[in-house]
Every structure is written in structure tokens, then in C-alpha cells.
């Protein structure tokens, strides 16, 4: 009678699994909760501990880690010495052993303590699942419950090929792989261990995507964790067809910075290819897309929305008769999911709250490599603000200031933000200089440049860019400064009578 070894900390579809391997003639061996699983169904199964002839110790702490489980894992089946050695000593073949792993990831993002965590580190289960996936040749190993169905009928069938096999091993050393990842990131960050000597970047597989940026590159999206609020891992989507690659590319551009407004009130945030391309406040969000849509009507045609509050039917109607990929929102009152329902090519997505996303790495894979760093976090910290020039930013000024700089930090270098109550009036983005991605912004903005104010992610180099501000009307200037050429672009701001702030920070992206 073949023999499985169930030990499943998530437990959906376990029921049902164990029923069709009795159906088949299997046996079934367990431990703990599980145990108790089946016991509860009426399932025939006989405790670990008596296979072991030792009771559970150390509070759960050892339980499967004995000869009489490993061994019967991780004996070749072609090998008459091991058959031999098995048999001797009084034990039977496990030929398929079904194991997910303590939640510890799942128990670090809802805040558990040091103490619950380290609890939640599973030993006995990887070293089950790494013998399994070694010795899948002879042993089947699941660690996903998905799989169950397709493994009952494969054996109903007549048995699991050795290429499924093959790929439930690299499935399982996956699945232990990504839990020791998250495991090391956690102790490494706890004390303190900014760049570790070796790391592992680790996913589960979210969706395959259609294609990657063009229809001849493959892609896929990935989830680095448990799904948290606000991000597009946490979205649901409720109307509209599969997000591609460029749809999640850009929906994540708009999302990080309509998440950096929130806290102001409704504002709408247009992206088009990572780029935003109009940005508002407005008192509500239908007046916020509106303004939002104004500023660069153009480059919104086919372009991704994020909001900072439930989509109201308001804003859903000046929405409808734009062409949008995708809307995003931290939910969609009823109407307005059926107003824009309407719209069969246009992607909606529910994301849940827009507070404080995790503190994350961003890595960019090169030839023989990759770079890690820290995510730019950064706001607009006014307070340490320095005026360098004859002319002092008025009240509104300093607020537009503030917009601008926030919305320049999510525009690709060279980057130029022009601003003007509460909205962009003129964005030059990802020029190789920054006098053109003035002129660029100064051009989009027309005669809205006039007593706007304008941010530069970066020092500006030479007065040229001041002076294409002043022709346009921009009566006031964020930049980090450090130029060997301050004194100089300061000088063209009081001759033009601009006043100019250095906020020493710079947000280079890209």
C-alpha cells in the first residue's frame, strides 16, 4: 500500500485531497493539526508519532525529524542496498509527501513579535519537502495546494510522469528557497544588517502576462509577499480585460504617486508610459480629474488614472468619454462601477487604502548582475527649505512649491515640473538636458506658465533654464542646488525677479 506523508499548515483542499488518495489505496500519515483535519473528516490516518515510536517534543519543535520518516523519503528506489536497509530496520517507503510551511511571512506583516515569529519558522517542514525534491524519482512532493487536483489524476491514471515529478521538485525547492529569503531579510533587517553578503529575491507567481513591454518579450508578474493594502499585489480587479506589462508598469508609476498625495485630499494623477503627464488637487475628485485631464489633454488619450478616494459616480461621468487603460482607486462606489462597466476595454482596479506602503527595495537587473537600493521615499521637507534669493515665494507659492517638487520626484530625469494652484500645468520629462525639459514643460504649459512655479529634480547647471522659466512667466523655483554654478543660476533669478528655493535633495529617476 503506498503510503503519504500530509503535513500542511495551509490546509485548503487538504479534505479532498486525502479522500481521493484513500480512494486510491493510499494510507495516510500526519501530524498535529493536520492529523486532526482528517481525524475530523472520518479520513483513516496514523499519527507520525507512530510511525516514529517517538511522541511530539519541544512544544511541536521536533516532530518529524526522525530516521523512520527521512528514511523512507530519501531511499533510492533503484537501489536494492537502501530498499534493503529500510526494510531491515522495520519501516515502509513515504512515496508522496504533501507540505507547506509554517505562515512566517504572513505572521511578520500583520506585526507579531520577535518571539511569535521565530516561532513560526518551520524546520521539520523544508527538510521534508528538500528530501521529497531530492529523491523525486521515486517520491512525489507537493507544496501547493493548486496541484492537488492534477496529482489525483495523474495517479488515478496510472501514475505522476517523472517530468511532473521533475517539476514539483523545482517547485519545492522554490517554495524553501523563497521561505528562508524571507526568513534571512527579516533577522538581517531586525539587526540591523543593511547589505548582506549574499540575497535572494524571491516571488510567487501572480499572473503570466500576455507580453513583456513588446509582443516579442515574455513576462510574468510576481508578488514579493503577502498582499498589502494599496499596492497592485492587494488589487482587485473589477472590470475590464488582463493588465499587460506596460498597464502594471504604469498603473504602479500612478498608484506611488497619487499614494504621496493622499494625505492632501482628492487629487487624480494621469501616467502615460511611467510618466505622469497631468496631476490636480481639486475640492473633489471629479474637479481633481478634470484639472488633471486639462493639463495635458493629449497624453492622457490612453493613459493610466489613480485617484485618492472611492471613486464617486461624479468622477466616473467625466471619465467616460476619455479613453483610459486603466482606473485606479481604493475602491468604486456602486455607480460608478456601472458607469464605467460601460467601458469594456477599461481596466478598474480596487486597491484598498492608500497609507504608507512597506519600505521596499527597487533592484534593476544589468549584464552580469543587478542594483539594489533603497526606494526614494522622501517628501518635500519644507521646513529645511532655504530662500537663496532677493525675492521671497508667497503663501500659495510655497504650497504649489511643495506640489511641484512631489510630483518631479515621480518624473523621469532630466526632470521639470511646472505648477499653479494645485496642478501641473507643464511637465518636461527624461530629457538628456535639462534647458529642454524646461522648454518642453514651459511649451505644454502655454499661458497657464504664467505665476506658476517650477521644480527641478535635480541642481540646475546654468542659467539657460531660468532663464526660459522667466520668458515663460514662472515666478518661482525649487531646486536641490550644489552646482558649482549657483551663484550665477541665483543671480539670473533676481534679474528676472524669480524667487528660488534650494531644498538639498535630490530625486533622480531613471
Excluded at 273 to 281: E, I, L, M
Aim: proline share 6%; aromatic share 6%.
Amino acid at each position: 500500500m503506498p503510503r503519504a506523508l500530509l503535513s500542511v499548515a495551509d490546509k485548503a483542499g487538504l479534505v479532498e485531497f486525502a479522500q481521493g488518495l484513500v480512494g486510491l489505496g493510499w494510507q495516510l500519515i500526519s501530524t498535529g493539526g493536520t492529523a486532526a483535519a482528517l481525524v475530523d473528516a472520518g479520513l483513516p490516518c496514523t499519527k507520525v508519532s507512530e510511525v516514529t515510536g517517538f511522541p511530539e517534543l519541544l512544544d511541536g519543535r521536533v516532530k518529524t525529524l526522525h530516521p523512520a520518516i527521512h528514511g523512507p523519503i530519501l531511499a533510492r528506489r533503484d537501489q536494492l542496498s537502501h530498499l534493503d536497509q529500510i526494510f531491515a530496520h522495520g519501516m515502509d517507503l513515504i512515496d508522496l509527501v504533501a507540505v507547506n510551511l509554517y505562515p512566517f511571512r504572513e505572521t511578520v506583516a500583520r506585526g507579531a513579535g520577535f518571539p511569535e515569529a521565530i516561532e513560526q519558522i518551520d524546520i521539520g517542514g523544508p527538510a521534508m519537502v528538500r528530501a521529497a525534491a531530492k529523491n523525486h524519482a521515486g517520491v512525489v512532493v507537493v507544496v501547493d495546494p493548486a496541484r492537488y487536483p492534477g496529482i489525483l489524476a495523474a495517479l488515478a491514471g496510472g501514475g505522476v510522469s517523472l517530468q511532473l515529478r521533475a517539476e514539483l521538485a523545482a517547485e519545492a525547492f522554490a517554495h524553501t528557497a523563497a521561505y528562508d529569503a524571507a526568513i534571512a531579510g527579516y533577522l538581517g533587517a531586525r539587526h540591523g544588517q543593511e547589505w548582506p553578503r549574499e540575497v535572494t529575491l524571491s516571488g510567487t507567481l501572480a499572473q503570466v502576462l500576455k507580453y513583456g513591454e513588446n509582443p516579442h518579450q515574455a513576462a510574468a508578474f510576481y508578488r514579493d509577499g503577502p498582499p498589502c493594502p494599496g499596492t497592485l499585489a492587494a488589487a482587485r480587479r473589477l472590470g475590464g480585460p488582463e493588465l499587460s506589462y506596460n498597464n502594471l508598469n504604469d498603473a504602479d508609476a500612478a498608484l506611488h504617486l497619487a499614494r504621496e498625495l493622499a494625505a492632501g485630499g482628492p487629487a487624480a494623477v494621469v501616467v502615460k508610459h511611467a510618466n505622469p503627464c497631468g496631476v490636480a488637487y481639486g475640492p473633489d475628485l471629479a474637479t481633481a480629474f478634470r484639472r488633471a485631464y486639462a493639463a495635458d489633454p493629449i497624453s492622457a488619450f490612453g493613459g493610466i488614472v489613480a485617484v485618492t478616494r472611492t471613486l464617486d459616480e461624479a468622477a466616473a461621468a467625466q471619465m467616460l468619454e476619455i479613453k483610459l487603460d486603466v482606473v485606479l482607486a481604493p475602491d468604486f462606489e456602486d455607480m460608478a462601477l456601472e458607469r464605467l462597466g460601460r467601458r469594456p476595454g477599461t481596466r478598474l482596479l480596487a486597491v484598498g487604502e492608500l497609507g504608507a506602503a512597506p519600505r521596499r527595495r527597487q533592484f534593476r537587473s544589468i549584464a552580469g548582475g543587478f542594483l539594489l537600493q533603497d526606494e526614494d521615499a522622501a517628501g518635500p521637507d519644507v521646513a529645511s527649505w532655504r530662500v537663496v534669493t532677493k525675492a521671497q515665494p508667497g503663501r500659495a507659492q510655497w504650497d504649489d512649491l511643495a506640489f511641484a517638487w512631489t510630483v518631479a520626484k515621480h518624473v523621469k530625469s532630466n526632470a521639470i515640473v511646472l505648477a499653479k494652484e494645485g496642478v501641473t500645468v507643464g511637465i518636461g520629462p527624461g530629457q538628456p538636458n535639462r534647458a529642454d525639459s524646461a522648454r518642453i514643460a514651459a511649451s505644454h504649459a502655454g499661458a497657464k506658465a504664467q505665476g506658476s512655479v517650477l521644480a527641478s529634480d535635480a541642481f540646475i547647471p546654468f542659467a539657460d533654464t531660468v532663464d526660459i522659466a522667466a520668458e515663460a512667466g514662472v515666478a518661482a523655483v525649487a531646486q536641490p542646488g550644489g552646482s558649482v554654478r549657483d551663484g550665477e543660476v541665483i543671480s539670473a533669478a533676481d534679474l528676472a525677479g524669480l524667487a528660488m528655493v534650494f531644498t538639498g535633495r535630490r530625486h533622480f529617476r531613471h
